[in-house]
């Protein structure tokens, strides 16, 4: 349902919104709080003051999709920001759906050959 390619990025307002809004109003809130264009593609993520439910706002190129969660047991562990919006990677939105607090959670420095170093490696060894 949501592609999450390498070009997809995950925007979160951090503060508490009212999840009685639909389309227009999270549309408004990405264009207003979070300083964004709603129909790039990218994941725009609000939650309720009890941090217990979120919406997602997606535009997938041909509509403009809302997807609600609701969490039964347990609260979500919501970034917070002077700026009231964050930035996450796809490993973090991942950890933060999965109920992980990402401020307990420590970053590692993480090396990735590049393409250029691949090829450059591999005519090497023949």
């Known amino acids: 349902m949501l592609g999450l390619g390498a070009a997809t990025r995950i925007f979160v307002a ?4 009212d999840m009685r809004l639909g389309f227009n109003g999270l549309y408004a809130l990405v264009v207003g709080q979070l300083k964004q264009d709603p129909q790039s593609g990218h994941l725009f993520l609000f939650a309720n003051k009890r941090r217990d439910r979120m919406k997602i706002l997606f535009f997938d190129n041909f509509s403009l999709w809302v997807c609600a969660r609701r969490m039964e047991k347990g609260r979500l562990h919501w970034p917070s ?7 996450l990677t796809r ?3 991942a950890l933060l759906i999965g109920g992980i607090d ?13 393409v250029v170093e691949a090829v450059a490696s591999s005519q090497n060894v023949s």
């Open 14 to 17: 951090t503060g508490a919104t």
């Open 81 to 87: 920001s002077e700026e009231g919006r964050v930035q």
């Open 91 to 93: 490993e973090e939105f």
């Open 102 to 114: 990402l401020s307990a959670t420590t970053k590692r420095k993480w090396y990735r050959r590049t």
